[in-house]
């Protein structure tokens, strides 16, 4: 196992809802990043997070945000769900931020009804 | 043309046979290149890097095509354990880290016995 953790594993929320995801990484690992995957599709990259700063990201709107703490876990907040965020969300932590290494999680299921 | 391509299979392969496949990828200064395996509902993990030169681990053998700007993966002696996705990822930007990053839509194989 990669040691990387996350909660809650299954998450059932209504439209225009709000969600927050966690996410401790590896120990040793100091970065932080999260994918979106959607049935039948590879993972999408969201945004990386580093010495708790946003590092890059991807092609998501502003209602996706995060947060890194001190102790390199991470949260993942999406405001106003919307049908098409239910996917299978993945963090996956990293020596340091110019790794392509990623170790991932076991993810977070969310359902947006 | 897609920035990395995968054949989505299923590819069914009998228990003890070979089976290879492809990846291709559109940025021609992609230098980093990755296979992962993805088991159903479950995160990717890596199963290896692609080098140069070619390189194997055990019965896995990843090879790249600078030229026509592919990677492959062979399996050799498939093991009922072997049924999983392989995804494919690439560094398609040169942004750090999992910002550079692209993953393919996965190759389904399934290993019949």
């Known amino acids: 196992e990669t040691g990387v953790t996350q909660s809650p594993t299954h998450l059932i929320k209504t439209r225009g809802q709000q969600v927050t995801l966690r996410c401790s990484s590896q120990?040793?690992?100091?970065?932080v990043s999260w994918y979106q995957q959607a049935l039948g599709q590879g993972p999408q990259f969201i945004f990386q997070y580093y010495r708790e700063e946003e590092n890059g990201r991807g092609n998501f709107p502003p209602r996706f945000s995060g947060l890194q703490f001190p102790n390199y876990s991470s949260e993942l907040n999406v405001n106003a769900l919307e049908l098409d965020d239910s996917a299978l969300y993945l963090c996956?932590?990293?020596?340091?931020?110019?790794?392509?290494?990623?170790?991932f999680g076991p993810g977070t299921r969310l359902t947006v009804t | 043309r897609k920035e990395v391509e995968q054949d989505p299979g299923p590819f069914n392969v009998p228990e003890g046979a070979t089976v290879a496949f492809n990846c291709t990828y559109s940025n021609s200064a992609s230098q980093s290149f990755f296979w992962y395996r993805q088991d159903c509902r479950k995160e990717p993990k890596l199963l290896m890097s692609?080098?140069?030169s070619g390189n194997e681990d055990g019965r896995f053998t990843a090879q790249l095509n600078r030229a026509s700007q592919y990677i492959s993966l062979l399996i050799r002696d498939s093991k009922l354990s072997d049924s999983a996705t392989y995804l494919c990822?690439?560094?398609?930007?040169?942004?750090?880290?999992?910002?550079?990053?692209?993953f393919g839509k996965g190759t389904h194989l399934i290993i019949q016995p």
């Open positions: 120990s040793g690992h100091n970065t």
């Open positions: 990822v690439v560094n398609t930007r040169s942004g750090g880290g999992a910002d550079g990053l692209t």
């Open positions: 692609v080098y140069s």
């Open positions: 996956a932590s990293s020596l340091d931020f110019g790794s392509y290494e990623q170790y």
